[in-house]
């Protein structure tokens, strides 16, 4: 097996036995980045001289017996999160030539036990997309093709998509994402995968660039399910920079991964059986109840009846508060100034109009008018109610039940070009993800099979607050089952 194809528990036992060394196992994924990133776009920056130092120096702590658990472990970092020293675009023109003094609390953590850093990935601009296809950067390629099809290149999913598409095809063995609507479970589904959004409040958002920050959730991918727990082990914590972050311990997710779904009761929502929905997707989702089952778990049908307003209660909520985050990008304190003369206004309006790009302008206008005086009760504030209750389906529903299954989207990757004229088929893709966003519990997506033309489809858990390790127990059960 070559050095790209390890999991990460795999990979770190054959470090400590001296069967590679750290940089060996770099140098593999730098390679496979020259070879691939070209065609895939998966990397907006790759830090190959960063990273071959940081092996080396894994290499001589392995040596000395005080390796940390990542130790020489190469990853890729969405390029949303603060890394000191190297330029961070959130996928924007606006900060494309940004280089923070700072680093954010989750990758310090990662550097902290050890991580090699390959590179900055690819997103959606500011994580705004389900496509990756708003980068100021370019489209990412997903590494899958149809098989009826092979020429036509599909979308990795959004807005996460350079670092799925990066960890599917062996360029890096775990990433980091964020998850505001979505975006780490469907890329993850997209490109065949594991990815976890945990709870809101488990890993810190200091230093993440901001999208709604009430919604913002960082959270890791990579190939399998343990190799996901150990890396959220490592992401999350208790943060006093970010007033939102839970002090509370961080359990042994590993662990969770091999205690069984034996007494767990796991609720099938009946809202989530979509009008129209692909018989494949329904056929996955059969196929995964039946699994659990196997594996002596009680599934039950249980009802989340505010599901169907989760969709227009985030996209009311998520601009309105990219609108007010993204205020602070005026061309005078950060990133990308418009040249020409004129006054203040002017270089605000022209840094703005030519800084961000169409959909950033579409989330910030809608924004901006939900928020307004004279729609501010019709829209945002409605909306903010309409969260409550969709929290509280989730309160009550987990009274009886450990977890819920279903499926992470209603569709496999699409092509490059569609869904692109028409911003709603677009949102559409986040029906199933955007109601664990909105009340901050934690949600996983495991590859769990194949469509037809041998695209990859993925099965979301969605646990308690807080309770990730149940979700790590059911997702490792699904584990393997296409
Ligand atoms: N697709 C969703 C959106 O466009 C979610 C994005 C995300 O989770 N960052 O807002």
Redesign the pocket.
């Known amino acids: 097996m070559s050095l790209t194809e390890l999991t990460i528990a795999a990979a770190a036992d054959g470090l400590r036995r001296g069967d590679f060394t750290a940089v060996a196992l770099t140098e593999a994924h730098l390679a496979a980045i020259a070879a691939e990133n070209p065609r895939l776009n998966a990397f907006i920056t790759v830090t190959a001289e960063a990273a071959l130092d940081r092996a080396a120096a894994a290499d001589r702590a392995l040596a000395a017996g005080t390796a940390r658990p990542l130790a020489g472990i190469p990853l890729a970092i969405k390029d949303l999160f603060c890394t000191e020293g190297v330029r961070t675009t959130a996928g924007s023109r606006i900060l494309g030539n940004f280089i923070p003094p700072y680093e954010s609390t989750v990758t310090r953590r990662l550097l902290d036990d050890g991580a090699v850093f390959l590179g900055k990935a690819n997103l ?1 601009e500011f ?4 496509s990756n296809m708003t980068s100021a950067f370019g489209p990412v390629a997903n590494p899958h093709r149809r098989r009826q099809d092979p020429d036509a290149v599909l979308v990795p999913g ?2 996460s998509g350079g670092s799925a598409a990066a960890v599917a095809a062996g360029l890096a063995m775990g990433a980091t994402g ?6 780490i479970r469907q890329p993850a589904s997209f490109c065949g995968i594991a990815g976890i959004k945990p709870s809101y409040g488990r890993c810190s958002r200091w230093g993440v660039v901001a ?1 709604a920050s009430s919604l913002d959730h960082p959270g890791p991918f990579a190939r399998t399910v343990e190799d996901c727990a150990i890396l959220l082990g490592s992401m999350a914590g208790h943060d006093p920079k970010d007033s939102t972050s839970a002090d509370l311990p961080v359990p042994d997710y590993r662990t969770a991964c091999r205690r069984g779904v034996k007494g767990l009761r796991i609720g099938v929502p009946r809202e989530y059986r979509a009008e129209g929905m692909a018989g494949e997707i329904e056929a996955l989702w059969a196929h995964g109840i039946a699994r659990l089952r196997e594996a002596g778990a009680e599934v039950v049908d249980v009802s989340l009846p505010h599901t169907k307003y989760g969709l227009a209660t985030y996209y009311i909520i ?1 601009p309105a508060e990219a609108s007010s985050n993204l205020a602070r990008y005026d061309g005078v304190r950060f990133g990308f100034r418009a040249a020409g003369g004129g006054d203040l206004r002017e270089l605000y309006e022209h840094s703005r109009a030519e800084g961000f790009g169409a959909e950033v302008r579409r989330r910030i206008l809608i924004g901006t008018y939900v928020l307004s005086a004279g729609y501010y009760d019709a829209y945002y504030l409605r909306a903010q109610k309409v969260r409550a209750l969709i929290k509280r389906d989730f309160d009550e529903v987990f009274r009886g039940v450990d977890a819920l299954l279903t499926p992470t989207a209603p569709s496999a990757a699409f092509g490059q070009g569609e869904k692109m004229d028409d911003p709603v088929t677009m949102y559409l ?2 029906v199933f993800t955007v109601p664990a966003d909105l009340a901050g519990v934690p949600a996983m997506s495991v590859p769990a099979g194949v469509d037809a033309d041998g695209l990859p489809l993925g099965l979301q858990v969605i646990g308690r607050g807080f309770d990730e390790a149940t979700v790590f127990a059911v997702g490792a059960a699904l584990e393997g089952m296409g």
């Open positions: 959606d994580a705004m997309g389900s959004g807005s964020t998850d505001t609507g979505g975006s999208f998520a893709n986040d």
